[in-house]
């Protein structure tokens, strides 16, 4: 009688050993289960995250390191590119040729921005397009093109009705580099970028004397334009970012994209202590024809004779400024600037 309780109670010992082992091994099921749900989670919520940031429409909620992206902003090839970052589709007409993107077959070209080919930007199904300068009129039709995509607009006005063009053209290109850095995960090199510019502008201002007239020209077609203070192309913003005094003041300047209409004698009549030369046409013409802007500017008669031309105070823009006026743009320009103003 004794051996029979001694075997139920150890069959009954056995039963409960197995109940609890079944409940731990449950139990720790249960817990891989819950880590991979979590762990699922957090990988979706990475691949969905947004930053919201502002552009000349207001804010925006952009995915981060978005798929499938159309860049139509000058002024964001060059950071892009630099950051190797994939773009479908870019206008190659009105981009420097040597940029990765006009160099890939595989990036799709939507032309320039007189007759661009909006519909390859519904075709490569778009997470992000960038519009900016030149298709800053197209926002509202890309984005009625393109409606499960988000478009950002960094486009930013340096027509000098909304606040000073010089404190525009700054405040524009660093909040549209901080943007991009924030968009594809790039926030210190985007910030390296706004540390050399603002370097760059201090040691241009440092540099002028305050007293040198200036006279910023735009060469195209072998003929020179004038870039006024102010209004005037790439050049006018500086007049009131850097304090320089013109040369010459001309009533009603515009901003056209060759400079106004000016006689090479009434800039000689000016005779500038510098002369700051945009070369047009060594961004946009292919054409062996083209005039390169220093053959102009060293073949005129006119200006032989003038304190700019005489002593060499003759300053390029970057080649490509035209069709690159990224950020690195005006960095290198204004360490160019920097360096002669100082000698």
């Known amino acids: 009688m004794g051996n029979r309780k001694i075997f139920k109670l150890s069959v009954l010992m056995i039963a409960l050993m197995v109940i609890v082992t079944g409940c731990a091994t449950s139990n720790k099921d249960a817990s891989k ?8 989670e957090v990988v979706e919520n990475k691949n969905t995250s947004t930053v ?16 499938n992206v159309v860049s139509l902003d000058n002024r964001t090839f060059e950071t892009l590119s630099d950051w ?34 909006l519909e390859i930007i519904a075709a490569v199904n778009p997470e992000l397009v960038i519009v900016g300068q030149r298709f800053s009129s197209y926002y509202e039709e890309i984005k009625a093109l393109v409606p499960d995509a988000v478009v950002i607009d960094l486009s930013f006005d340096v027509s000098g009705e909304n606040g000073e063009t010089g404190e525009s053209l700054v405040k524009g290109l660093k909040n549209a580099t901080i943007s991009l850095g924030k968009i594809f995960d790039k926030s210190k090199d985007a910030e390296k970028l706004v540390a050399d510019f603002d370097k760059s502008i201090e040691d241009a201002k440092n540099a002028y004397n305050g007293t040198d007239t200036i006279m910023s020209v735009v060469v195209s077609g072998g003929e020179i ?3 006024a203070p102010i209004s005037g192309r790439v050049w006018g913003p500086m007049y009131e970012l850097f304090g320089w005094k013109s040369a010459l003041e001309v009533e009603g300047s515009t901003s056209d994209h060759k400079g106004d209409d000016i006689s090479v004698e009434a800039i000689a009549e000016s005779n500038p202590d510098w002369i700051f030369v945009l070369d047009r046409d060594a961004a946009t013409s292919s054409s062996e024809d083209a005039v390169p802007a220093q053959d102009v500017i060293d073949n005129s008669p006119a200006l032989k004779n003038t304190r700019a031309i005489s002593e060499g105070r003759i300053l390029y823009a970057p080649k490509d400024t035209y069709t690159n006026e ?18």
């Not at 289960?33 to 699922?40: I, L």
């Open 225 to 227: 334009g004038f870039s």
């Open 84 to 117: 190797n970052i994939e773009l479908v589709a870019v206008p190659k007409d009105v981009m420097p040729k040597e940029l990765s993107y006009a160099k890939d077959e595989k990036v799709q070209n939507i032309g320039d921005h007189k007759e661009p080919n």
């Open 326 to 343: 990224s950020i690195q743009t005006y960095i290198e320009l204004f360490e160019n600037m920097s360096n002669s103003l100082k000698k």
């Open 33 to 40: 289960d819950e880590v991979y749900e979590n762990t699922t």
């Open 52 to 67: 919201e940031i502002e552009d000349i429409h207001g804010s925006v909620k952009v995915p981060v390191n978005p798929k």
